[in-house]
């Protein structure tokens, strides 16, 4: 299980790391970091967004919506809406490195991790269930793990 105390310190090491893609797996969100040799990764299972400035660039629903093709194999295909911003911010971040300004726990699991360049991550927990995984940091490759809520079933 995860303390309070070990989410606010995985969450506080993100300070500093690049930010190396934004991407998904199913219907959950994914962004790499990369800090002091270790890659890193945030995995959201709940809402999510990412902002620049006062605009949403893409978020969580945006999973939902086509970009190209088919509206109904655009979500297996990797074509939606979603998609497309998330490899296009990839893209930005890559060649113009990117990195984390700040990374805050707040209430009830909520994060806020603000980039270089006005461009802020989001993360809401959205379910009541105490054993419902709603996001989870973690080094890349090792078993060093953060999941929110604490009692989630891993």
């Not at 991407?23 to 995995?43: C, N, W, Y």
């Not at 105490?130 to 989630?152: C, G, I, K, M």
Request: hydrophobic share 40%.
């Amino acid at each position: 299980m995860s303390t309070t105390e070990e989410l606010e310190a995985a969450v506080a090491r993100l300070a500093g790391c690049r930010v190396t893609e934004f991407s998904r797996t199913l219907d959950m969100a994914i962004v790499g970091f990369q800090g002091e040799g270790v890659e890193k990764r945030l995995h959201a299972q709940c809402p999510f967004r990412v902002t620049h400035r006062e605009q949403i660039l893409f978020g969580s629903v945006d999973m939902r919506y086509r970009d190209t093709g088919d509206a109904e194999t655009a979500f297996d295909e990797y074509r939606t809406k979603y998609d497309r911003q998330a490899r296009q911010l990839t893209g930005m971040v890559t060649e113009h490195e990117c990195f984390v300004e700040s990374a805050v726990l707040g209430p009830v699991g909520t994060l806020s991790v603000e980039l270089s360049g006005h461009v802020v991550i989001e993360v809401f927990p959205a379910c009541a269930g105490r054993n419902v995984e709603q996001w989870r940091l973690f080094d890349w490759h090792t078993d060093a793990h953060v999941v929110y809520p604490d009692s989630a079933d891993r």
